[in-house]
T-cell receptor, first 113, second 114 residues
Framework: NAGVTQTPKFQVLKTGQSMTLQCAQD?????MSWYRQDPGMGLRLIHY???????DQGEVPNGYNVSRSTTEDFPLRLLSAAPSQTSVYFC????????????FGDGTRLSIL | AQSVSQHNHHVILSEAASLELGCNYS??????LFWYVQYPGQHLQLLLK??????LVKGIKGFEAEFIKSKFSFNLRKPSVQWSDTAEYFC????????????FGQGTTLQVKP
């Protein structure tokens, strides 16, 4: 009963490096989202997807790319890491319909030096 | 753009005190409303949700929230808090029919003193 699985849990990068945060869910949810959590700012939506092959931008998409080739996976890519991207990243998924709450992963704590 | 505002950023209470956390949203259409809780070092967990029907909704751990449409509010309440309620609380909104785009408030940190 894994739910939403994020890897890695912690990562330290140097400015300019690239990396991919992985997210997988086993609940056959159509909707998946990426958020970043920063102190005093709550969670802000980066990108989201309403199904395989469909993605859209959230509030803070700059510097991040996503793709959704399968229902289960929704990786988040940082092409050239910047210190401003130091944050805790959460992936979430939910079923379709207006009454389905989102299920969150455990988060990835990312530090950019 | 839609937004969610939580008025209390940091609340400190003694055990057994009553709790009310404010949440207002800005959107004139039909919304779905949520309260999530994040215990230290953990991911977000759903406390309660409102989609339609009775505006007073009950969640887990004795929490409840009231949806007042005329005030665009969805305040969270608990009659008697416990030390274990120490956590960060987030109000969130989705537009009806689109649960992939959850808009969060800034969060309220609740500290309960034993």
């Amino acid at each position: 009963n894994a739910g939403v699985t994020q890897t890695p849990k912690f990562q330290v990068l140097k400015t300019g490096q690239s990396m991919t945060l992985q997210c997988a869910q086993d609940m056959n949810h159509e909707y998946m989202s990426w958020y970043r959590q920063d102190p005093g700012m709550g969670l802000r939506l980066i990108h989201y997807s309403v199904g395989a092959g469909i993605t859209d931008q959230g509030e803070v998409p700059n510097g991040y790319n996503v793709s959704r080739s399968t229902t289960e996976d929704f990786p988040l890519r940082l092409l050239s890491a910047a210190p401003s991207q130091t944050s805790v990243y959460f992936c979430a998924s939910s079923g379709t319909g207006g009454n389905q709450p989102q299920h969150f992963g455990d988060g990835t704590r990312l530090s950019i030096l | 753009a839609q937004s969610v505002s939580q008025h209390n950023h940091h609340v400190i209470l003694s055990e057994a005190a009553s709790l009310e956390l404010g949440c207002n949203y800005s959107y004139g259409g039909t919304v779905n409303l949520f309260w999530y809780v994040q215990y230290p070092g953990q991911h977000l967990q759903l406390l309660l949700k409102y989609f339609s029907g009775d505006p007073l909704v009950k969640g887990i751990k004795g929490f409840e929230a009231e949806f007042i449409k005329s005030k665009f509010s969805f305040n969270l309440r608990k009659p008697s808090v416990q030390w274990s309620d120490t956590a960060e609380y987030f109000c969130a909104v989705t537009l009806s029919g689109n649960t992939g785009k959850l808009i969060f408030g800034q969060g309220t940190t609740l500290q309960v003193k034993p």
